[in-house]
C-alpha cells in the first residue's frame, strides 16, 4: 500500500484538547471509572496502616476472597428484545422507597480514612437519597452526622457494650436524632485478627512512631489534616487509646445471645435489624425474635476467616426466611453487577463498606459520590442488558452461580 504524509486538514478534526476540571480532586476523581479505580487512587495516597485497616480483612483473608469471588460466579441469563428504555432503580426496604438498592454500610473509625469521614459519607448519602448507616465506632457523634445530614436517611448500627446502660443510651440518643432503624451487629463476640493492622500496628488514633513518621512524608496531605482537626476520639464513646482489637474485647458483651432481642425491641421501637447472618438456622432464630430485616453478611471478611460467601447462602436464606422478613446483604461488592445478582436470589437490598470508604479515601465527599455514581450508572446498565425495566422484574432466572 502506499504511504503520504498526514495533512493538516486531516489530522485537525482528531485533535482534541482534554478538558480537565480545575480543583484537584475532581481531577483526580474523572479519572476513576471503577470501584476499583477508587481502591487504587486510595491506596496511593493514604498511610499504609490506614488504607490496610480499610482494604484488609481477617486472618488468611479468605471469607473476603471467597465473597468476591462468589461474584465472578456469576452467569446473568438477560432477556433480549424487551423494551428497556428506562429501568427503575428503586427498590422498598422497610417500608420506605430507596431510590437506589443500595445503602452505605455502618463502617468504624471513618475520619481515619479522610478528616471529614462520617460527615462527608452521610451528606454524599443525602444527595443521592440513600441510606446512611453510623456506626457505633464512629468518629462523629450520633447528633453531629444527623445536624449534617438532616435529610438523609439514616440508621444506627448497634454493638451491645458490657454496660448495657450505656448502650440503652446510645439507642434514645439515635431515637432522639431521627435514625431510622436500628441494626445489631451479631458476628462480633470477639475482635475478629486483622493480620495486617498487627503487622502495621495501628492504634487509634494512628501514633507517631518512626514508620508512622516516615509514611507521614508520602502522604503530607493526610497527617496535615488529621492533626489539624478535632483529635480523633470516638464520638460515640468514651476516648480511647489503644488497638481496634483491644477496644472491642474490652467494650462488646461476648455472652450476648437471641435472648438480648428482646431486651433491644423494649428498648427500641422503630424497625430492628440483625446484621452478620450466615446461616438459614441463625437467619430462622433472628426472625422468630423479632428482628423485622436482617443482614445476610460475613463483615467483610473482617471477623470469622473460612465463613460462606453470603452470596451463595441468600438463595436458601431467602426461602427460609424471606416471606416473614427482609434481607439485605453485603461483604465484596465492588460492582453494581454484584447487586444486581444479589437482589436476583432474594435480597431487598445490599450494603456497601469499602466501596463507598475507597471513594472517601481518594477525594472526600466528592469521592463518596463519585463511588454512588459509579455502582447507580452499573446497576441500571446491568438491568438494562439483562432485559429488564425495573428491580422488581429480577428473579432467580436471571442468574446462576458456575
Ligand atoms: C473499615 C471498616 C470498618 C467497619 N466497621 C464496622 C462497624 O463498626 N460496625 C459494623 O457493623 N460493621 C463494620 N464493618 C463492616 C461493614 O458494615 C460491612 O459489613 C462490610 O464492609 C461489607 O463488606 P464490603 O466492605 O466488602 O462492602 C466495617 C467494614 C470496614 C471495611
Redesign the pocket.
Same mark, same amino acid.
Given at each position: 500500500m502506499r504511504r503520504q504524509l498526514p495533512r493538516w486538514s486531516e489530522l485537525r478534526p482528531l485533535l482534541r484538547s482534554e478538558r480537565l476540571p480545575l480543583d484537584a480532586t475532581q481531577r483526580r476523581l474523572a479519572r476513576a471509572h471503577t470501584v476499583a479505580d477508587l481502591r487504587a487512587i486510595a491506596a496511593r495516597r493514604l498511610p499504609r496502616a490506614v488504607f490496610d485497616?480499610?482494604d484488609g480483612a481477617a486472618e488468611q483473608e479468605i471469607s473476603l476472597r471467597r465473597a468476591r469471588r462468589s461474584f465472578d460466579r456469576v452467569e446473568f441469563h438477560p432477556a433480549v428484545l424487551r423494551d428497556v428504555s428506562t429501568a427503575d432503580t428503586s427498590t422498598t426496604v422497610l417500608g420506605q422507597r430507596w431510590p437506589l438498592p443500595f445503602g452505605l454500610?455502618?463502617? +468504624?473509625f471513618t475520619r481515619l480514612m479522610h478528616h471529614e469521614g462520617e460527615r462527608a459519607a452521610a451528606r454524599a448519602a443525602q444527595r443521592a437519597g440513600i441510606m446512611y448507616a453510623l $456506626? =457505633?465506632?464512629g468518629t462523629t457523634s450520633i447528633e453531629q452526622v444527623a445536624a449534617e445530614a438532616p435529610q438523609a436517611r439514616k440508621w444506627f448500627?448497634l454493638y451491645v457494650w458490657r454496660n448495657r446502660d450505656a448502650a440503652k443510651d446510645l439507642i434514645e440518643r439515635a431515637r432522639a436524632a431521627g435514625y431510622e432503624a436500628l441494626i445489631l =451487629?451479631a458476628d462480633t463476640p470477639v475482635a475478629g485478627a486483622r493480620m495486617r493492622d498487627v503487622r502495621n500496628g495501628l492504634t487509634i488514633p494512628p501514633a507517631l512512631t518512626p514508620s508512622t513518621v516516615l509514611d507521614a512524608a508520602r502522604c503530607p496531605g493526610w497527617w496535615f489534616n488529621l492533626l489539624t482537626t478535632e483529635p480523633m476520639t470516638f464520638a460515640n464513646l468514651r476516648g480511647w487509646h489503644g488497638t481496634v482489637a483491644e477496644l472491642v474485647n474490652e467494650m462488646f458483651d461476648p455472652s450476648v445471645t437471641f435472648a438480648d432481642i428482646e431486651w433491644l425491641r423494649a428498648a427500641w421501637p422503630g424497625p430492628l435489624l440483625i446484621?452478620g447472618i450466615h446461616t438459614v438456622a441463625d437467619a430462622r432464630a433472628a426472625v422468630d425474635h423479632g428482628a423485622d430485616a436482617i443482614v445476610v $453478611?460475613t463483615? +467483610?471478611g #473482617?471477623q470469622l476467616d473460612r465463613a460462606v460467601a453470603p452470596l451463595e447462602v441468600l438463595p436458601a436464606i431467602a426461602d427460609a426466611v424471606g416471606d416473614r422478613a427482609e434481607i439485605l446483604l453485603? =461483604? +465484596?461488592?465492588m460492582h453494581g453487577g454484584d447487586v444486581v445478582a444479589a437482589l436476583a436470589l432474594g435480597a431487598r437490598g445490599c450494603?456497601?463498606? #469499602?466501596?463507598f470508604?475507597y471513594g472517601l479515601m481518594a477525594g472526600g465527599e466528592q469521592g463518596v459520590q463519585r463511588a454512588i455514581a459509579i455502582l447507580a450508572a452499573e446497576i441500571t446498565r446491568t438491568l438494562r442488558l439483562l432485559g429488564v425495566s425495573g428491580v422488581g422484574e429480577l428473579n432467580r432466572s436471571h442468574v446462576s452461580l458456575r
Open positions: 485497616y480499610t454500610a455502618p463502617t +468504624g $456506626s =457505633t465506632m448500627q =451487629t446484621k $453478611s463483615h +467483610g #473482617r453485603d =461483604t +465484596g461488592i450494603l456497601v463498606g #469499602r466501596a470508604l
